[in-house]
């Protein structure tokens, strides 16, 4: 009988107290490299699809969360932000009919081109439009500098938009104010703000509803966008959004907070490639990583078949063995995952300075990804312990 790794270790196995797992793996160091290293790009790509699918929710939904509002008003039509149907806004003033209803805002939403005031390039840009007094936005910059968004042609910039709109933030701080153009109408940016990029926008603006107008010159006068609802402290949201659906013609639609980020979510997880591309490439690693681990863990068991049939033969039962190559599938998994977390972390690092995504490898992400790494090599083990039990003592003779 050949005595290979896994023979010659169990002589020393039970005085030195090392798993024979490890030793098993250990024995055959360029397999084992090239296991960690498949089980550590299987990781990564998995890393990276979960925080790309966290980070498409999280920058399209993130103007939602600093709206100062309980409940919103959007068209029976509505899709996203960069997707989305007008209605009168006689319908947002009608929402005041209940006495929990305490305020509301029309909302101005559009995409124009921005011109570099550098470069002179245009670049599509997200407009949003209020009046200023009915501050709709929770940020501080914009509230702090309200009058100044009540000026004629006045806009405020958002400075975690792309580069590729100038340095508009170094250029305001240095002169006080710049002007530009938005759809070919000249504008002064008095101010900026920070939201970040999205898959939707790369740069936002915010401004007066007057100043949107002008700049949106085809858009009719009385239609909005958005309605932001504020009710009065202590009312129940879900039932006054109800009530107000009932009251209203079935041109519009009211949702609470939640649910209108909700609506953006479907909208780019279900009906845009995006979503489906993230979560098919998610799939795609997992099984990739899965065949790998099950043809490093296959080769090893028929490469020291021999040897199992000899653990057979001394009294190891099939459980037993199983369970060994269930240590090695969990050795694999723990030794692929620490290299994968550190590359993932600078792969993140390098998107968010070059995409302004919110890209972050969390700790909530980086346990679930050992999980379902973990999940996968043991899920490979166990297919390549089928071949375990062909083993038959009777082939060491």
Not at 39 to 54: E, P, R, S, T, Y
Not at 116 to 126: G, V, Y
Not at 167 to 195: C, D, S, W
Not at 209 to 215: A, D, E, H, P, V
Request: overall charge positive.
């Amino acid at each position: 009988m050949r005595k290979g790794p896994l023979a010659r270790a169990l002589r020393y196995l039970l005085p030195l107290g090392i798993p024979l797992a490890w030793l098993q793996l250990a024995g055959e160091k360029r397999r084992l490299a090239a296991a960690v290293a498949g089980i550590a790009f299987a990781a990564i790509m998995m890393m990276m699809q979960l925080g790309f699918h966290d980070a498409l929710f999280e920058s399209t939904t993130i103007l939602h969360s600093h709206l100062r509002g309980d409940l919103a008003m959007v068209s029976t039509q509505y899709e996203s932000l960069i997707s989305t149907k007008s209605f009168t806004q006689r319908r947002v003033y009608q929402a005041l009919a209940l006495p929990e209803v305490i305020a509301v805002a029309p909302v101005y939403l559009g995409m124009a081109n921005w011109k570099n005031p550098q470069s002179r390039r245009d670049r599509s840009i997200f407009v949003f439009g209020f009046n200023p007094d009915d501050r709709v936005l929770d940020l501080p910059e914009v509230i702090e500098k309200t009058a100044l968004l009540k000026l004629p042609d006045s806009v405020f910039f958002d400075s975690g938009s792309r580069p590729e709109f100038g340095p508009i933030a170094q250029e305001l701080k240095e002169r006080g104010q710049v002007e530009t153009e938005i759809a070919g109408r000249k504008v002064t940016v008095n101010g900026v703000f920070r939201l970040g990029t999205s898959f939707a926008a790369d740069g936002n603006v915010v401004t007066s509803g007057s100043t949107f107008l002008s700049i949106f010159k085809a858009r009719p006068e009385g239609l909005v966008d958005l309605g932001v609802i504020r009710l009065a402290p202590g009312t129940d949201a879900v039932k006054t959004c109800d009530r107000l659906r009932a009251l209203l013609p079935p041109d519009v639609q009211v949702v609470t907070r939640a649910g209108y980020m909700q609506l953006e979510k479907e909208y780019w997880g279900k009906r845009t490639p995006i979503g489906f591309i993230i979560t098919a490439s998610m799939i795609v690693a997992f099984v990739v990583g899965s065949v790998i681990v099950y043809q490093i863990l296959y080769t090893d068991v028929v490469d020291h078949l021999q040897e199992y049939a000899t653990l057979k033969a001394v009294g190891y039962t099939d459980a037993r063995l199983f369970a060994l190559v269930l240590q090695q599938a969990v050795i694999l998994s723990l030794l692929g995952f620490i290299p994968a977390t550190l590359m993932a972390a600078l792969i993140f690092h390098l998107t968010r300075a070059i995409t302004m995504l919110p890209a972050y490898l969390t700790f909530g992400r980086a346990l679930l990804v050992l999980a379902l790494t973990m999940l996968m090599c043991t899920v490979s083990g166990a297919l390549a312990m089928r071949k375990l039990r062909a083993a038959d003592p009777a082939e060491i003779f």
